[in-house]
């Protein structure tokens, strides 16, 4: 009993297979794995399920994956323009991924690949390092102008390159964190309330009627977490486009 | 949360007299003693730290997100979005073709409404026409009669009018010779006197002048 209520249990990795190792490093298949494999196959079976009918008038199912489609389309499109067309698979990969990680998070018992800060932070520091990547190959160094705006003075323009320079180096950090830390909170306050509703819940019938504010809280909260696990994967995807918006079209 | 709450309360009762500042100078660490007992305690001394931080489970994450997400990139780009886009564009496809046979079938009909409202306008324009043409070789026809009926009845008119004019003449000649004889008689009926005729007529027009 100690350890459901415990918040932080469920963010535990434990092995499924392995204990594997390359280059000395530990691989083993655990948890978290697992659950960004059912990720994958969730987004693949269900865009592929959404595909197969082809209907000119979509069914329920194929209406989903066109919106889906279409939503993130739409976005890098209009974020990107015409020059964002061949980043539009993965910024649909990180949406989707990062969508159906949240909500995969909000089953009970499922493990939530995106409270791990190291799974969200590799995801940001590849976007940023792709947005580096793609502005040195279509820019040239030219490109390392972005941390150097026009129109402001020279006595000031070192302190403003810093600025930018920091301003762009915390992207990585900002844009982890920020998945990182409201699928951690969240789940964390949501499993604190429902703690508080079992330990209440056990003390007899004044505790269970002292249960019932925690349980409209979880309730609550349940309905927020779900609003937060789509907001989050939209965040992610926009923010992506916005970034690589800077190593497409650099006019500073 | 109840967790601070009770690191706070155990703070302040293990440091009751010393007052405030104390009290809350001795709670983080307290906070950070009760997190560390409560999480081996939880954890059964798997790992030790916090799961999202314990960094031995990085290189397994990493590894199996390269492994998924690549997977996914490439499930999505090369299968899943492509079909997706083929329905869409297939759509698209079907929509722009049937608006487009739509509005040529409304062109269609708007030429044919066109040609019909100028076939009618035409048949208008053309009865109008010989309506017209019409009216007015009637309007000629009745002026021509009346014109030749106009003057033959002048010339009726006149005819009759010389003829009136003779028959006056005559009638007053008539009367000049009337007056003359009935004059002779009664010159010889009163005087007894034979006035001859032409005498008569010579004292009627001495009196008429």
Known sequence: ?252 | MSQSTLVVAEATTEAPATGEAPAEGTAPAGGEAGHGTESTGAEGGHHGAFPPMDAQSFPSQIFWLVVFFGLLYLLMSKLALPRMAAVLNNRHKTLEADLSKASALKNETESAIKSYEKALADARAKAQGIATETRARMTAEVEGERSKLETSVAAKIAAAETRIAGLKEQAMKDVGEVAAETAADIVAELTGAQVSKADAAKAIAGLKG
């Open chain 1, 1 to 252: 009993m100690a350890q459901g209520i415990d918040p932080i249990h469920q963010f535990q990795l434990h092995d499924l297979a392995g204990p594997w190792n390359i280059a000395g490093y530990e691989i083993s298949f655990t948890n978290s794995a697992l659950f960004m494999g059912i990720a994958v196959g969730v987004v693949t079976l269900t865009l592929l399920a959404a595909a197969s009918r082809a209907a000119l008038v979509p069914g329920r199912l194929q209406s989903v994956g066109e919106l889906w489609y279409e939503f993130i389309h739409n976005m890098v499109r209009n974020v990107l323009g015409a020059e964002g067309k061949p980043f539009f698979p993965l910024v649909f990969s990180l949406f989707s991924f990062v969508l159906v990680a949240n909500l995969l998070g909000m089953f009970p018992y499922f493990f939530t690949v995106t409270s791990h800060v190291v799974v969200t932070g590799t995801l940001a520091v590849f976007v940023v390092g792709l947005v580096v990547v793609v502005g040195i190959v279509k820019h040239g160094l030219g490109w390392f102008k972005l941390f150097v705006p026009h129109g402001v003075p020279m006595v000031i323009l070192p302190f403003i390159s810093l600025i930018e320079v920091i301003s762009f180096l915390s992207r990585p950090v900002s844009l982890g964190l920020r998945l990182f830390g409201n699928m951690l909170a969240g789940h964390i306050v949501l499993k604190v309330f429902a703690g508080f509703v079992v330990l209440l819940g056990s003390m007899g019938l004044g505790g269970i009627v002292g249960a019932i504010a925690p349980l409209g809280m979880a309730v609550a909260l349940t309905a927020l977490e779900f609003l937060v696990a789509f907001l989050q994967a939209f965040v992610f995807a926009i923010l992506t486009c916005v970034y690589l918006n800077d190593a497409l079209h650099t006019h500073h």
